[in-house]
DNA sequence: TTGACTTTAAAACGACCGTTTGAAATAAGT
DNA sequence: ACTTATTTCAAACGGTCGTTTTAAAGTCAA
C-alpha cells in the first residue's frame, strides 16, 4: 500500500513525458540566457530529469533548440496570428485603425501571459540577430502569412500614387514597433525612469496604434 | 643587416599595441557570434597573440567586453551622434522633417561603413535582449544624450492637447525603427524576397523618414 | 508472468573552456 | 651598457562542456 503511493506521488511528481519538461525548460532557460549560455546540464537539472534524455529524445543540443521553435514557438505564435484573425476578420468595416487596433491587440495584450510574452520576445530577437536553422522554419510558418494577411487587408487603402514596395516597408516598421517595445524594455525603463506596469503599458498600446496608423499615412 | 630587416617587419607585421588588435578583433567576434559563443582562445588566434594577453591587458574575458563598448562601441555611437547634432544645429528651419531627415540619415548611412555598422547594432541588440554591466555605460553615455536633443527639437512642434509622455514614445519608435531596419535584414530579405543593395537602402531610408514623420503626427 | 521494447539513470569520455604561472623577450631609463 | 619595468610567450591548471556508454527500471501486449 504504502509502496503503490509512493509510486503514484513520483508519477504525480515528474507528471510523465519528461520530453515536454525538457522542452518547457528548455525554451525558458534559452530565452532568458540565450544558447550558448546554458548548458544541457542546467536544462535536465530544472526538468528534473537524467542528461541523457537530451540525446535520446532530441539527439543532441542543436536539435533541442530548433525543436523548442517547431513545437513551442510556432505555434504559440500561430495562436496570436488566429486571435488577429479571427478579430480582424469579425470586423463589419475594416478600416486601417481597426486592424492595426486588432493587431496591436493581438500581439502585444495578446492571448499570451507577460512572462510568457517575453520569453517569446526573447526568443525571436535572437533569432533575427543570429539566424540559424530555426530561422527558417519561423519566417516562413509565421512572418510571411502574418505579412501577406497584412498586405492584403491594407493594400485596398494605400495611396495609388506610391510605389508598390512602400507598403511592404510600412508593415515591416508596423513589426519592428511592434517587436522593438517588448524586446527594449530595460532601455525604455532607464531612459525615461518609469516602470513598465499596466498603466505604462495600456498608454503604450494606445501610442503605438496612433504611431503605427499616422505611419501608413491613410 | 638582414636581422634588422626581419625585425622591422615583424614589427609592422603585428603593428603594436597587442591591446588595440585584441579589443577589435573581440568586437567583431562578440558582434558576430555573442559573448558565450566566442572563446578567448579564438579571439586572441584573431589577433594573432597569446591567450595570457587576455588577462595581462583587460584581466578577464568579461572586462574585454565591456571595454570594448567602452572604448569603441561608445565613441562611435557618439561619432553618429555629432554627425546628427552638426547636421540639425546648421539648419536654418529646424522643422520636424529635416530633423528626422537628419537623425535617419546620420544613424543609417552615417559616417560609417556598412559592415562597422551591422556589428555595430548586433552589439547593442545582444545588450538590449540581455542587458549586462555594458548597458548601462551605453545607456547614460549614448542613448539619455541623443533622447534629450530628441526630445528638446521637437517638443516644440508637438501638439498642445496632448499628454507630455508622448512625445517620449514617439522618440522611442523611431529609435525602434532604425534600430530594426538594422538588425532584421535577415527577416526582410527573406520576407520580401529582395536583396540589400545599394537601391533597396535608398528607398529604406526615404521609407523610413516618412514613416517616423507619419508617425510623430506633427 | 513472460519477453520485447521504450525510457531513465549514473558514470565516464575526450574536448575545450577561462585563467594562471613563471620565464623569456622587449622597451625604457640612466 | 646595465638595470629596471613592461609586455609576450608556451605550457599547464582545474573545471565544465556536449555526448556516449552500459545497465537498470518501466511499459505493455500476448
Redesign the interface.
Known amino acids: 500500500m504504502n509502496k503503490k503511493t509512493d509510486e503514484t506521488i513520483n508519477k504525480i511528481k515528474k507528471s510523465n513525458k519528461t520530453r515536454e519538461r525538457l522542452l518547457e525548460k528548455a525554451e525558458h532557460l534559452f530565452a532568458q540566457?540565450?544558447?550558448?549560455?546554458v548548458s544541457v546540464r542546467e536544462i535536465t537539472a530544472a526538468a528534473r530529469c537524467n542528461m541523457a534524455s537530451v540525446n535520446y529524445h532530441f539527439k543532441n543540443k542543436k536539435n533541442l533548440y530548433v525543436e523548442v521553435f517547431r513545437s513551442r514557438w510556432v505555434p504559440r505564435e500561430l495562436l496570436m496570428y488566429e486571435t488577429f484573425e479571427k478579430s480582424v476578420d469579425s470586423l463589419n468595416d475594416p478600416v486601417p485603425k481597426l486592424i492595426v487596433q486588432s493587431l496591436v491587440r493581438a500581439y502585444i495584450e495578446g492571448p499570451l501571459s507577460d512572462e510568457e510574452f517575453k520569453m517569446h520576445r526573447?526568443l525571436i530577437?535572437?533569432e533575427?540577430?543570429?539566424?540559424t536553422e530555426a530561422?527558417?522554419l519561423v519566417?516562413d510558418q509565421t512572418?510571411?502569412p502574418l505579412?501577406k494577411k497584412l498586405y492584403g487587408l491594407l493594400n485596398d487603402f494605400a495611396p495609388e500614387n506610391i510605389?508598390e514596395?512602400?507598403l511592404?516597408?510600412?508593415i515591416?516598421?508596423i513589426?519592428?514597433?511592434i517587436?522593438?517595445?517588448n524586446?527594449?524594455r530595460?532601455?525604455?525603463s532607464?531612459?525615461?525612469g518609469?516602470p513598465y506596469d499596466a498603466d505604462f503599458k495600456a498608454?503604450?498600446i494606445e501610442?503605438?496604434v496612433?504611431?503605427?496608423l499616422?505611419?501608413?499615412?491613410v
Open positions: 540566457k540565450g544558447y550558448h549560455a526573447q530577437v535572437r533575427l540577430n543570429n539566424p530561422f527558417e519566417a512572418m510571411r505579412f510605389d514596395g512602400n511592404s516597408f510600412d515591416m516598421s513589426f519592428g514597433i517587436l522593438y517595445f524586446y527594449s530595460p532601455m525604455i532607464r531612459i525615461t518609469k498608454r503604450l501610442h503605438m496612433r504611431f503605427s499616422n505611419g501608413l499615412g
